[in-house]
């Protein structure tokens, strides 16, 4: 690679941004994959009917922010069926419970919130567990996608937020993550979130979604590594197209990503079209592994193509991770690594 070209080529090593709780708030909206996302655009696979089920039960959840009709004289004796205040989508990979989940936020009125688990969690780190709850008071809904089950500080800490919400009239829609069975169908998880959530688990209503998993495709793909040379070319040729590409050799990046709140990870990608990425290899510090998870789920929202060579990116995971309690969070990264890497230039707006 030329070294005028080499000059123009940004580091995410060298972005160390800054960000307010403002802005981490202002981020708690669906992804750009889902911004249109409603009911009507979900194909439900009839061949599971839970799905269209789904469908019809969170339209009848959305529905409790409409306006009611009078009743008539004589439903003066009937008592209103109770609505639970939260909904919680269970099933696998791969059968549509983000769509649905940023489907009811966009039938939700304001003001509402949608974010993971972990950008929760790390609006919690920035701005205090009081200011958190000041910030989120008033909303009419808050979804939360990828329950995490795993962590117990964490759940704990979603489960008091979240009670405080609900006692002062939120609602909350959820979803979590679970890896694939054997035979590519959801294993569901609503028995350990409602365990996990303990106090909060009685305003909960379960929908469970079965379906075919698509994911489980991803994840016995691989991730594509070019060889170096080709790299080194397309790099400049993005420049010369006039893209905003970054180039990092993978163990820099690693070591930046643990000075860099996570909270920030979404600034800190931001103006970024293509990431490049060298000599990348396996990772066996499991605090290195969760913070590029971490990473790449701010660059999978984000829709940013990864060109990578070395190891191939959803191989960066040891056994042992794969293998332990934070399974669910490597296999979620692994398919999304395998759906951002690519071998060619990725097409220019």
């Known amino acids: 690679m030329a070294p005028q070209a080499l000059s123009q080529v940004q580091r995410l090593a060298d972005r160390s941004p800054s960000i307010t709780g403002p802005e981490i708030v202002a981020e708690l909206v669906p992804p750009p994959q889902f911004e249109h996302a409603s009911f009507e655009s979900y194909r439900p696979d009839l061949n599971f009917p839970s799905q269209l089920e789904a469908v019809e039960r969170l339209n009848t959840f959305a529905g409790a922010w409409s306006p009611q009709r009078p009743s008539g004289f004589f439903s003066r004796t009937r008592k209103p069926k109770a609505e639970l205040p939260g909904i919680y989508l269970d099933g696998g990979f791969g ?6 989940l940023a489907a009811l936020w966009h039938a939700a009125p304001g003001p509402k919130y949608f974010g993971t688990f972990i950008e929760y969690t790390a609006l919690v780190g920035a701005l205090g567990y009081a200011a958190t709850v000041k910030q989120l008071s008033g909303a009419r809904l808050i979804c939360i996608d990828e329950f995490e089950l795993d962590d ?3 759940t704990m800490l979603m489960t008091r937020l979240l009670g405080e919400l609900v006692a002062s009239g939120t609602r909350v829609a959820a979803t979590s993550n679970t890896p694939p069975n054997s035979l590519g169908e959801g294993r569901f998880a609503a028995i350990d979130f409602l365990r996990e959530i ?3 688990s009685a305003n909960f209503e379960i929908v469970r979604i079965d379906g075919l998993d698509y994911r489980r495709r991803d994840i016995e ?5 070019v060889p170096r040379d080709e790299l080194d070319q397309m790099v400049p040729a993005l420049l010369e197209r006039g893209s905003m590409v970054t180039r990092d050799d993978f163990g820099s990046l690693i070591r930046h990503l643990s000075t860099v709140h996570p909270s920030k990870y979404i600034k800190m990608i931001q103006g970024i079209d293509v990431i490049a990425l060298t000599d990348v290899y396996l990772l066996t510090d499991q605090t290195d592994a969760l913070r590029l998870v971490a990473f790449i789920d701010r660059v999978y929202d984000a829709e940013i193509p990864i060109i990578a ?3 191939p990116l959803n191989e960066v995971f040891d056994a042992e991770m794969l293998s332990g309690g934070y399974r669910k969070k490597y296999q979620r990264s692994q398919s999304r690594l395998v759906a951002l890497t690519t071998g060619e230039l990725p097409p220019h707006d």
């Open 95 to 100: 059968v549509g419970k983000t769509h649905l």
């Open 152 to 154: 117990p500080g964490d």
């Open 198 to 200: 303990q106090a909060m």
């Open 221 to 225: 793909g691989h991730a594509i590594a």
């Open 309 to 311: 060579n070395g190891q």
